[in-house]
């Protein structure tokens, strides 16, 4: 089994910058195989942000590109999540997930979640 940790939600205007962090322990799973998504009230959870199963390239969701960054530290089995230029909209609680592997398709762990409220 993989365990997600995530961190760094908070509160914050409009404007700001938050960096979530999301550290897996438990089973090795490849920092390439991790992924951010967010689930915002009353809606469906969406996809965020993660590396190409092909060639480990990152890539967003069109509505965060240019705002967001994940990277990712191997040493310490962790992804983080950059946030800046922060919007009411992307108020959500973001969730770490994590597949078995870089090549594989789905998601299969997930994390427990962080909230992030951006004020207007």
């Known amino acids: 089994q993989v365990q997600l940790v995530e961190s760094g939600g908070r509160l914050v205007q409009a404007g700001g910058s938050l960096r979530l962090s999301c550290a897996a322990s438990?089973?090795?799973?490849?920092?390439?195989?991790m992924g951010w998504f967010r689930q915002a009230p009353g809606k469906e959870r969406e996809f965020v942000a993660a590396f190409r199963r092909t060639n480990g390239y990152t890539y967003y969701t069109d509505s965060v590109k240019g705002r967001f960054t994940i990277s990712r530290d191997s040493a310490k089995n962790t992804v983080f999540l950059q946030m800046n230029s922060l919007k009411p909209e992307d108020t959500a609680v973001y969730y770490c997930?994590?597949?078995?592997?870089?090549?594989?398709?789905?998601?299969?762990?997930w994390g427990q979640g962080t909230q992030v409220t951006v004020s207007s």
């Open positions: 438990g089973r090795a799973v490849s920092t390439y195989a």
């Open positions: 997930a994590a597949r078995n592997s870089m090549t594989a398709m789905t998601y299969d762990y």
